[in-house]
């Protein structure tokens, strides 16, 4: 592991950093002068490609996924020129493969070997990561999107520049990672099942994540954040009063499945999503943020 030097946002000293003492299995330290809040070291790349190398990798099996694939690539059509889509982050290319039927050029990057090489017996053109600005021409892509990424990077600030080289001017960097203000981190606090280390180095809110993608040079279009895991805190309630009991995923995914009903679930849906966002409380943070026409 290699200590840090600076906050990876805005690049203050360790003499700026508090440590969050309850967080300390994240090694989490909050910067003072920005508010950002990252682990205090970071692994190696070996340590990285060795602890990826132990993700299941298998296509995408939901259908409510892929739905929201489809609804994404409705809202880029308006970007949509060069029709060029990049995206950071790619595993094995289940978005890609989303945009390429609907008539996209597509390239991704990853991190994880095997993902490379699954992405590639699909087909598609995937480079390594980090994002090596040099395989593209500047401004080249419509679109360049990172799905639960950031919070990986070692160095984000300088990764979200390098992606803002490239998109075209009026285009769109699409972004989502988790929210450390959501009401659920609030509930669960160290138990919060997004601390992770070494797999997630970087934590951030509203305000982090609109300076990081500003700084960059980037214009917001749009950032909300949306969504709250029922049963992540569900299961975390019955291990603490049990001693035990599974995780959360098989009740959040029956309630996605429920909010996927009629149009009175769609209006609940909506309607907490439209509140979480305004009290920056949901679980996801979702941003759109234009290059510079």
């Avoid at 049990?242 to 029956?254: L, P, T, W, Y």
Wanted: proline share 5%.
């Amino acid at each position: 592991m290699t200590r840090r030097e600076s906050c990876p946002l805005c690049q203050a000293g360790e003499q700026a950093w508090a440590p969050m003492r309850r967080y300390h299995r994240g090694h989490l330290h909050t910067c003072r002068r920005c508010g950002h809040v990252f682990a205090d070291t970071f692994p190696g790349r070996d340590q990285l490609e060795e602890h990826y190398g132990g993700y299941p990798r298998r296509a995408c099996g939901s259908d409510i996924t892929l739905r929201r694939y489809q609804e994404l690539l409705d809202y880029f059509e308006s970007h949509r020129a060069g029709n060029r889509l990049l995206d950071v982050g790619c595993g094995v290319g289940d978005f890609l493969l989303s945009a390429r039927s609907r008539g996209w050029e597509t390239d991704g990057v990853e991190l994880e070997p095997r993902a490379r090489e699954i992405c590639a017996e699909r087909g598609l053109e995937v480079g390594p990561a980090p994002l090596d600005p040099a395989r593209f021409e500047p401004g080249s892509f419509d679109v360049i999107t990172s799905f639960e990424v950031l919070e990986h990077m070692v160095d984000p600030r300088r990764e979200i520049q390098a992606i803002a080289t490239l998109i075209r001017p009026g285009g769109l960097l699409y972004v989502t990672t988790p929210n450390f203000s959501s009401l659920t981190r609030r509930l669960l606090g160290p138990r919060y099942r997004v601390i992770t280390y070494p797999e997630h180095l970087g934590y951030f809110r509203v305000s982090t994540l609109d300076r990081l993608l500003q700084d960059a040079g980037l214009v917001k279009v749009d950032l909300r954040s949306t969504g709250f895991s029922v049963g992540e805190v569900y299961a975390t309630i019955r291990r603490r009063r049990a001693g035990g009991g599974g995780g959360g995923g098989a009740v959040d995914e029956s309630v996605r499945r429920a909010l996927e009903g009629g149009r009175t679930t769609q209006r609940i849906k909506q309607g907490l999503n439209r509140g979480l966002s305004r009290l920056s409380l949901g679980d996801t943070l979702k941003a759109s943020y234009q290059q510079r026409a």
